[in-house]
């Protein structure tokens, strides 16, 4: 996908307020998408918005909402269901990328805790990507500009056969990966398109113990690396997209090594 302006198009991202989604936003925004961003931070928002819409000069609208309570899921869903025709111009392109990492022992992890992680990461993302694609299937059926559709943010996590201190985390991650892939294929011959990027570590609030404790920086892919090649395979029709050359030869590696050797180096 090129930085090249795109005529009268809005994405909707969750999770907007900061790192990946604060970037998802920049890059849209620059390719001329009108922006509808969602988070729990209403002053963040709307301090994204206004930066955003005074340079890139795009309609962006801050739909404040907690996706974990009822009624802010409902709110966004209900802007989901816009479609041609009405008050609100429909979605082209979900950014599914709001998520919890929460990690431990899962033995000790608070249940409450454990609850959040997969409300999130899994049931929260399958609400708002089933919301979405009726409205968008029917908009590409009747000759809508394309592309349409869904980018998920996964992680490498969910490709690991074992991932220790951070169980429900990998496990909501490898949902995501196999969820994108068989909806992908679902809507596909609709024009529709649902991809999702499966991420190492990148650079924001939710890894900072990481860069307290000394990862190196190898372990870190920038994320206007992530946002950008991301949204190049979505809009290429590409189903899943690694960024990063250590990640994607770590890809390459685990599809060959056998998943009981990768749970003996990692137990150790």
Known sequence: MSAQRTPARTALITGASGGIGAEYARQLAERGFSLVLVARRADLLAESAAGLSARYGVGVTPLPADLAAPEGLAAVE?????????????????VNNAGRGDGGRFSRQAIEELDAVVELNVRVLMRLTRTVLPVQIARAEAGAAGPLGVVNVASVAGL??????????????AFVLSFT???????????????AVVSGFVRTDMTAGLQERGAPDI?????????RDSLRAWAGGRVLVTPGAQYKVAGGLLKVLPRGVYRRVMGR
């Open 160 to 173: 690991l056969p074992g991932y220790a201190s951070s169980a429900a985390y990998a496990a909501s991650k």
């Open 181 to 195: 892939e068989s909806t992908a294929m679902e809507v596909r011959k609709h024009g529709v398109h649902v991809s």
């Open 78 to 94: 209900e802007r989901l269901e816009a479609g041609d025709g009405g008050a609100e111009a429909p979605v082209d392109l979900l």
């Open 219 to 227: 372990a870190f892919v920038p994320k206007e690396r992530v946002v």
